[in-house]
């Protein structure tokens, strides 16, 4: 069996030769991945309940244009919702920091910063990240790039409400809490950069004797890419960033066209700047960024679909060629963001191109992870319901995409809420879902506790049910041609009065999912001191992590792990048991 | 700190790197994309305006020309401060590192003197998209200027007792900083054509 | 490419590099000085020579690129260095060529009302 030795609590297994640290120095500014992994993954989760408050708030005023917001509406001030309702200034406000919030607070900092850095290292045998300093450095860079967004809800004018995209002039012109909203994004670019450069570092040169790159499990492969991802691609954001500043507090005017008249005057600038320059510097960092919301939570399906259904994933070695292509394409596709920026036939037609390119990969992976279920004894666990739940909802996001790639009929179906459906697809019953599947396959890594099944699946169910409540009736109301960002759902447009219906349908899903989210939380917190106790490997499961005590202690493993086979050798014909763990030796 | 990581010191048999070495490569991949941004925003810019000012108009090029052979020269002090500590002359590492670092404050000195001249004469970043691009390049390479100076006054200064117990660690410190500074020499070998020449 | 980093050499010793190679690296080094000083006389020569604007723009890039070769290959040793690192490199490059030339072109192909 496994040559660690178990060791329940925080106790570490080694002192070594150091000394004992104190409460500050092992909780909150500590080093080690594990703790810091945590940091971001709660980080992460909070904010994510955030910037769904935010959007439940929001609903509210989609589906019942001009009412009077229940109880809370009394509480949040005149400057948002004088006599209960709420302003448009504030819907703005909330639709820009829903998105800047769910993206770069959220999802992010879980799926990169949680669980890469509590897996990652684990994974591959390794002590620690590279750089333990920098790690812990990319953490306190988010936090205070989340303070500095929390904070902007604060100033006068309110937070940014130019769209989490931010796009010049209206940005540009917008009040005081863009240019918070612009500090925030360098923290959190920092942060990401840093992060970053550990994640590649320690993939390449802390892998475990044994480990080539070919036995990497596909978790590992696809925070590899993410990392390249955000490496080269966040760099063109923060130059973006420093010009915007420039333009709102130097009043330059990169981004400012000549002429420009604002409420019946002409700004007092020296114009020449262009607009579009801001969309591009923009899209260049943000398209690579959605396929950093996505592969980390594939990398988690990868690991659950393999371990779930006993058997190896089929086409490992495709689906890794396909995330290194999918990450390449990634930086060259960003303008199908911009087909209506007036951009001749040429340019349309090369990011059409790439854009239909760019989609060949991600279906190969998504028709390994089907293809994998074949033949399979599969184990309904709440980690596996949550898996093969993504898969379909992911499928339907991919699809959605489509339309959208495609420059005709993007005509029609651009800023409508078509987008908002696609993309929610894919993020929300789509990454999401893989981060819960990894939040209760992990979950007795790090506590040595189980999260309770019961729980969560009701939690599973009624977040699959509801999230395609909300997000469906979407895509009718985009086809039916209903912009996108506007704060009384459409309401005032004739072509919208036949689907309005559909804002209540969604709203009430909405609030019907938070309601499923209670077990969820409920469940999180009572595991973590009641729930059953494991050992070591409760899943019997074939990467790396799992020969670590649970929790790991600092330093993860007694002795160094080595890899003696690939990742998934499950059910290998003639062995003992249905899984040969990839650090036991041969023939063990 | 309990344990060690591998390869902080020693290189990977297989990759032939340390871990500090393949840092500094991929923080240096991410500053190319960072002042490619720039870069960028400049051609598209100058492309969408018809009348843009020659760089003589404004901009001081005698003074930008020494700034360039300051920066050049720093790169190659910089090699040699790098030669003098693998060879375990640390008593011309901190000549020639001293020197490095003053170079670069020779270098902000020009700037200051540049900077100081455009306000006096009231041409800012506001004035016109040509001055708002110079300021802003110009500014954030004097920003990374800083930012290599304050490493290397570091590993001059307090950071040099590192020699003492870990020399072969020091030097790849001196290695690694040395490429983020002949990266800052580089960016200025592009900056100066393209803003002063052009 | 020549890797000149020997891994049967006591690696420790001397941060991979032996007494002979650092003095290489510092004769190199001497010799792309003054050759980066010869072109930066260059650099600034051929904007005397007031050429056509895109022959002016075409050569000062040239220069400079030939400057920055050379920083690059001697003074931060890229000439020695694992392919790892050249082809990390090579991929910045790839995706530093879209970032500098998409957006000003889809600003050169925009559609014409008239």
New interface residues.
């Given amino acids: 069996m496994a040559q660690t030795t178990v060791a329940h609590g925080a106790a ?1 297994a ?5 000394e004992e640290l104190g409460f500050w120095r092992k909780y909150v500014f500590s ?1 080690d991945h594990k703790v810091i992994g945590i940091q971001y993954a709660v980080t992460g989760l909070v904010f994510l309940l955030f910037g769904f408050t935010l959007m439940m708030l929001m609903r509210w005023q989609l589906a019942y244009p001009g009412q009077v917001l229940p109880l809370i509406g009394a509480l949040l001030g005149e400057s948002r919702t004088p006599g209960g309702v709420m302003l448009p200034e504030f819907y703005n406000e909330l639709g820009a920091m829903h998105g800047t919030i769910m993206v770069f607070l959220g999802v992010v900092p879980l799926a990169v910063g949680g669980f890469g850095n509590f897996v990652l290292p684990l994974q591959i045998g390794a ?2 990240m ?3 300093r920098i790690n812990m450095a990319s953490y306190w860079s988010y936090f205070v790039g989340g303070c500095v967004m929390l904070a902007s809800f604060f100033v006068p004018g309110g937070a940014a409400q130019s769209g989490w995209t931010s796009y010049a002039p209206l940005s540009d012109i917008a009040s005081s809490g863009q240019t918070w909203w612009l500090f925030g994004m360098v923290f959190l670019i920092t942060s990401s ?1 840093l992060g ?3 994640f ?2 320690t993939t ?3 892998r475990a004797p044994g480990l080539t790159f070919w036995r990497l499990p596909f978790f590992v492969w696809a925070q590899f890419v993410t990392a ?1 991802l955000l ?6 954001l ?3 960033a ?2 915007q500043l ?1 333009d709102r507090l ?5 981004f400012l066209p000549s002429g420009l008249v604002v409420s019946g005057q002409a700004l007092q ?6 607009p ?2 801001w969309q ?2 923009f899209w ?1 960092l943000a398209h690579p960024e959605v396929y950093v919301l996505i592969l980390p939570a594939m990398g988690i399906v990868a690991e659950v679909v393999a371990n779930n259904t006993r058997k190896p994933l089929w086409g490992y070695r495709s689906m890794v060629y396909s995330l290194i292509f999918l990450g ?1 394409m990634s ?2 596709v960003w ?1 199908h963001h ?1 087909f209506i ?7 349309a037609a090369f990011f059409q191109t790439t854009t239909m390119i760019i989609s060949i990969p991600s279906v190969v992976i998504l028709s390994s992870l089907f293809i994998s279920l074949y033949g399979g004894s599969i184990r309904f666990t709440t980690p596996m319901l949550f898996a093969l739940g993504f898969l379909p909802m992911f499928g339907i996001g991919g699809l959605t995409g489509l339309p959208l790639g495609l420059t005709a009929s993007d005509i029609h179906l651009h800023d409508t809420y078509y987008v908002i459906g696609h993309f929610h697809y894919v993020v929300a019953p789509g990454t999401i879902f893989g981060l819960f599947a990894g939040i209760y396959y992990w979950f007795p890594k790090a506590t040595g506790r189980m999260m309770n099944e019961t729980l969560g699946r009701i939690h599973f169910w009624g977040s699959f049910v509801f999230m395609n409540v909300i997000f469906m009736p979407m895509f009718i109301m985009g086809l039916a041609g209903v912009s996108r960002r506007l704060y009384d759902g459409g309401a005032s447009y004739a072509h919208a009065q036949g689907v309005l219906q559909w804002n209540v349908v969604s709203s009430w899903g909405a609030w019907s999912l938070a309601l499923f989210q209670l077990p969820f939380i409920f469940n999180f917190f009572w595991s973590i001191w009641r729930g059953r106790k494991v050992d070591d490997n409760p899943w019997h499961a074939t990467t790396i992590e799992w020969a670590a005590p649970s929790p790991p202690p ?2 993860n493993f007694a002795s160094q792990p080595q890899a003696h086979r690939g990742p998934y050798d499950y059910s290998v014909p003639g062995a003992a048991r249905d899984y040969s763990p990839q650090w036991e030796g041969v023939g063990a | 700190m309990s344990m060690e990581i591998p390869y902080t010191v020693e290189a990977r048999p297989d990759t032939g790197l340390t871990n500090g070495k393949l840092g500094i490569w991929l923080f240096l991949a991410s500053e190319v994309m960072l002042f490619g941004a720039l870069f960028a925003s400049y051609v598209m810019l100058r492309v969408g305006n018809e009348h843009w000012p020659a760089g003589a108009t404004y901009l001081n090029i005698p003074l930008a020309t020494l700034n360039t052979v300051i920066l050049i020269s720093s790169s190659v002090t910089m090699v040699l401060a790098w030669a003098s500590i693998a060879k375990h002359d640390f008593k011309k590492f901190r000549l020639f590192m001293g020197i490095t670092i003053l170079c670069g404050f020779g270098f902000l000195t020009v700037k200051y003197f540049e900077y100081s001249a455009k306000f006096h004469h009231e041409l800012f970043p506001s004035t016109n998209t040509f001055l708002a691009i110079y300021f802003t390049l110009t500014g954030l390479h004097g920003l990374h200027v800083i930012g290599g100076m304050a490493v290397n006054s570091y590993l001059w200064g307090p950071g040099s007792k590192l020699y003492k117990t870990d020399p072969v660690h020091f030097t790849n410190r001196v290695e690694n900083s040395g490429l983020f500074w002949h990266l800052v020499d580089l960016v200025w070998i592009f900056l100066f054509p393209i803003l002063y020449l052009l | 490419m020549s890797d000149s980093h020997d891994a049967h050499k006591p690696a420790a010793a001397h941060a991979g590099h032996s007494a002979e190679e650092v003095d290489h690296h510092v004769r190199a080094a001497y010799y792309v000085f003054g050759s980066l000083l010869v072109l930066t006389g260059f650099t600034v020569g051929a904007y005397f020579l007031h050429l056509p604007k895109h022959l002016a723009i075409a050569l000062a890039l040239l220069i400079a690129a030939t400057k920055g070769s050379l920083v690059a290959a001697w003074f931060m040793h890229l000439v020695s260095e694992r392919k790892l690192i050249l082809w990390m490199l090579v991929l910045t490059a790839t995706l530093f060529i879209p970032l500098l030339l998409l957006p000003v072109l889809t600003v050169a192909d925009h559609i014409k009302l008239r």
């Fill in positions: 570490p080694h002192e070594g030769h150091h080093v002590p620690d590279a750089f333990p950069l970053s450069l550990n590649i570092v390449i040169q802390l390249f490496l080269l691609a966040f760099p063109p923060e130059g973006a420093f010009l420039m130097a009043h330059t005017s990169f600038v020296s114009g020449g700047g262009n579009l320059l591009h510097l260049f390449f930086f060259v303008a911009m920026t007036g951009m001749g036939t040429t340019m600092h330093g």
